[in-house]
């Protein structure tokens, strides 16, 4: 299922950043709607120290956000607009500077999926105020990952003594706490341990 709204950027300056959301109604968003969350280096952890310019005003398609200290141009900052458990925008990622060499004119990013499970798709915004839009990923998958308690790793026959270079057929079975995890891709490491 799509998010219920798109969710662009008008303005990115370290001392504020205008959004616009997509196909919204309803009343002028508000502080508890918008979501941020900021990269500390490790995880993204929530951000609350902003406020809404009260000129322009918000109003139910658009707002600018005004950080209560200015954001450095190192920091990486979440923006999502959640009105109910049902309605909910695009996460957009900010990196106010990235340092793209002539060597490989490429960088790394670290990017916390939203909580809504389905199949996804990278889609790059804005560079330099300019729209980017058409730059996608191959969409993928995202579900609840699956836990060790609901995974099991069975030998075919068991019950009968192995050789040592035999190629063993084994089934894993990776569920999480629905008893399903998304149709998909996984990388399995095993290894056989010697009692």
């Known amino acids: ?7 662009t950027t008008t303005k990115v300056l370290l001392t504020a950043v205008s959004i616009v959301v997509g196909s919204r109604t309803g009343d002028a968003l508000t502080v508890s709607q918008i979501k941020m ?17 009260s000129a322009p005003a918000a109003t139910e398609t658009t707002a600018k956000i005004i950080p209560t200290a200015a954001f450095l141009d190192t920091d990486l900052v979440t923006i999502q607009i959640n009105d109910s458990d049902t309605s909910y925008s695009d996460k957009l990622l900010l990196d106010f500077a990235e340092d793209y060499d002539d060597t490989d004119y490429d960088a790394d ?27 996608s990923s191959p969409p993928f998958n995202v579900g609840n990952k699956p836990l060790p308690a609901n995974c099991s790793i069975t030998i075919a026959k068991d019950y009968l003594v192995k050789y040592t270079e035999e190629i063993l057929d084994l089934t894993v079975v990776l569920n999480n706490a629905d008893d399903s995890v998304p149709t998909g891709n996984y990388e399995v490491s095993i290894g056989a341990i010697l009692s």
Request: charged share 20%.
């Open 1 to 7: 299922m799509a998010n219920t709204y798109t969710l």
């Open 37 to 53: 969350q900021k990269f500390n280096g490790t995880i993204f952890e929530d951000f609350s120290a902003f406020t809404l310019a």
């Open 109 to 135: 990013y670290k990017y916390e999926l939203p909580t809504q499970l389905g199949t996804y798709t990278m889609k790059l915004n804005k560079v330099n105020g300019d729209d980017f839009s058409s730059v």
